[in-house]
């Protein structure tokens, strides 16, 4: 199964800050996804990162706020922009969907905002 | 929207007992379902999945029951240890038309399973 890495595992940041987080899978993958888990709860698809073409997004969620970049098939890193509070949570990257293959996750990027 | 839900947000139970987490799900497409176990600052960890041909797969001291008519699913731990304390999610998906890919996973809410030694 792919090992996926994620940096920072953790961060403090400020109001009206932005923070890009790094995945890492250690193979090629077609498919790579962005999640929110927002404390106490459960996982929430935020995009699917698309290599080669722009980012597709669930509702509720943009790119001007989460803009995702994708140049290859083991990279891709998910910014949250001008943050808030509300931002606080962990965001987790996962790679896979091809075959009979399961999505395999990160450890996720805990992420605070004073 | 479609949804995945669980009937018990807790789930105590004795060490070497056997546990039983059920989830409903609302998606009658769905056609792939995945269990996830996540430990304290760990991303989910893949336990066991199932397709939609089948009722039932069984792993190492873990099985996935699947129940399509009322569109139900359980994953059972054979002689839980404490090892197993974490939250289990399920996840659905559907597969492509050509069955050889899927795309995002609509998460449950999570079951919080607590063995006591």
């Known amino acids: 199964s792919a090992v996926i890495s994620q940096k920072p595992s953790r961060d403090i940041c400020q109001r009206g800050t932005s923070l890009t987080i790094q995945c890492q899978v250690d193979s090629q993958v077609t498919m790579m996804f962005w999640y929110r888990q927002q404390p106490g709860q459960s996982l929430t698809l935020i995009a699917t990162?698309?290599?080669?073409?722009?980012?597709?997004?669930e509702s509720g969620f943009v790119i001007d706020k989460f803009p995702i970049s994708r140049p290859n098939l083991t990279f891709s890193t998910l910014t949250v922009s001008n943050m808030s509070p509300e931002d606080s949570s962990i965001y987790l990257c996962?790679?896979?969907?091809?075959?009979?293959?399961?999505?395999?996750f990160g450890d996720g990027t805990r992420l605070s905002i004073l | 929207g479609e949804s995945v839900g669980l009937h018990l947000p807790t789930l105590s139970v004795q060490e070497g007992d056997n546990s039983i987490i059920n989830c409903a799900y609302s998606n009658s497409a769905s056609d792939y379902f995945i269990w996830y176990k996540q430990e304290s600052g760990k991303g989910p960890q893949f336990i066991i999945d199932i397709r939609s041909n089948m009722d039932k797969r069984q792993g190492q001291r873990v099985t996935v029951l699947l129940n399509k008519t009322v569109k139900h699913l359980s994953l059972q731990i054979a002689a839980t240890q404490p090892g197993d304390s974490a939250v289990y999610f399920c996840?659905?998906?559907?597969?492509?038309?050509?069955?050889?890919?899927?795309?995002?996973?609509?998460f449950g809410q999570g079951t919080i399973l607590t063995v006591h030694p």
């Open positions: 996840a659905e998906t559907i597969y492509n038309a050509g069955g050889t890919s899927y795309g995002k996973l609509t």
């Open positions: 996962s790679a896979g969907g091809q075959g009979n293959q399961p999505q395999h």
């Open positions: 990162a698309n290599q080669g073409s722009e980012a597709t997004y």
